[in-house]
């Protein structure tokens, strides 16, 4: 009975269709030398196949390569190790080099040692990564660099408003405060009472503006006590409970670090305010070794964190400021279970 199978019908199939076809390059080096290869190999390097045969290697390597290509073709001759997958640097016809990734193994061709390979021309994709990689950084570095004026920005808005304003309300109270002692009508009296009510309520809200614009405890006292302050207006404003545990000494913590972490940790308590609807959200302050971590729970309706990752601004805020400080920050969150925010910073 014939055989029917085609996958055991091996003597069958035309392998040299199939290797002359093939996408990725095949080639042969016995005595360094070409002594086969398929159009597509032949192709990414500029010749023939019948111009390649016979090929040294010193005349398709750069010559700043050649040691390395040299050594890892001993190595698989050698069978230490037989197989190799790396990317090579390959010189075209017309001169310009080329980055190959090849996967070559030790054969017997001829009743000698070879080294049969496979291969791709990976330069554009490399090139591709790499200006992938440059506009990251270049990415990386703008925004830091917006954030470090953001910060800066921010800081004297808080200390001309604090001071400036808060000054001229100030005044404007005590002038109000003198003239209330001067006027002899009730009707005068109460528009003058009202305006100095007025003048306080507006002295607390600039104090408020300075202090969302720039936390006086980080200049003045250290990221716990202002940490402390958010949590009890948090409580106060959207009745949620809290608790801190502060067991870090902050101080050991720049300046710098101090405020990212502080950014972080806010942007995280603006998310439970607007989407979390927890009823308690429980902070840690601590150090590992020589790692300082904010730990931040809350018991609220969770998310996907896998995807709302990629989407939420927010979250990418908090991922470049904490690549901003080499900090690694974790969230871990799903569906119904509340949130985790992790974040670990290296201390001074």
Avoid at 204 to 209: F, G, P
Avoid at 247 to 265: E, H, N, W
Avoid at 314 to 342: F, Q, V
Wanted: with cysteine; aromatic share 6%; proline share 4%.
């Amino acid at each position: 009975m014939p055989n029917t199978d085609p996958l055991l019908r091996s003597a069958e199939i035309p392998f040299d269709a199939i290797v002359e076809q093939a996408v990725a390059g095949i080639y042969v080096i016995q005595d360094e030398c070409f002594v086969y290869c398929n159009q597509r190999w032949a192709e990414m390097l500029g010749y023939t196949p019948q111009e390649m045969h016979g090929c040294h290697l010193t005349k398709l390597v750069p010559a700043d390569f050649l040691e390395e290509v040299l050594h890892k073709y001993y190595l698989r001759l050698n069978a230490d190790p037989p197989s190799i997958h790396f990317i090579t640097h390959g010189l075209h016809r017309l001169g310009h080099e080329l980055r190959i990734e090849v996967h070559g193994t030790r054969i017997i061709y001829r009743g000698r040692p070879a080294v049969m390979g496979v291969g791709v021309d990976v330069t554009e994709r490399l090139r591709n990564e790499e200006e992938l990689k440059r506009s990251r950084e270049q990415l990386q570095a703008l925004t830091a660099y917006t954030n470090a004026k953001l910060e800066e920005q921010r800081l004297v808005f808080a200390r001309d408003i604090h001071d400036l304003l808060g000054g001229m309300l100030t005044s404007i109270k005590m002038d109000a405060t003198r003239v209330m002692r001067r006027v002899g009508t009730p009707e005068l009296q109460e528009l003058t009472r009202g305006l100095i009510d007025l003048t306080q309520k507006t002295i607390e809200a600039v104090k408020e503006i300075s202090q969302e614009l720039r936390p006086s405890e980080l200049d003045h006292l250290d990221l716990a006590t202002a940490i402390r302050r958010e949590l009890r207006e948090f409580s106060e404003r959207f009745g949620v409970a809290h608790s801190l545990q502060a067991d870090a000494p902050t101080l050991r913590l720049s300046p710098r670090r101090a405020t990212a972490i502080y950014r972080v940790f806010h942007e995280a308590m603006t998310n439970v305010a607007r989407h979390a609807d927890a009823s308690r959200v429980e902070v840690q302050l601590k150090t590992e070794g020589n790692q300082f971590v904010l730990d931040l729970y809350d018991d609220g309706v969770g998310f996907d964190s896998a995807t709302l990752a990629n989407t939420s601004l927010g979250l990418l805020s908090m991922m470049e400021r904490s690549r901003d400080i080499a900090a690694l920050l974790k969230i871990d969150s799903s569906p119904g279970c509340g949130a985790r925010l992790t974040l670990t910073v290296p201390l001074l």
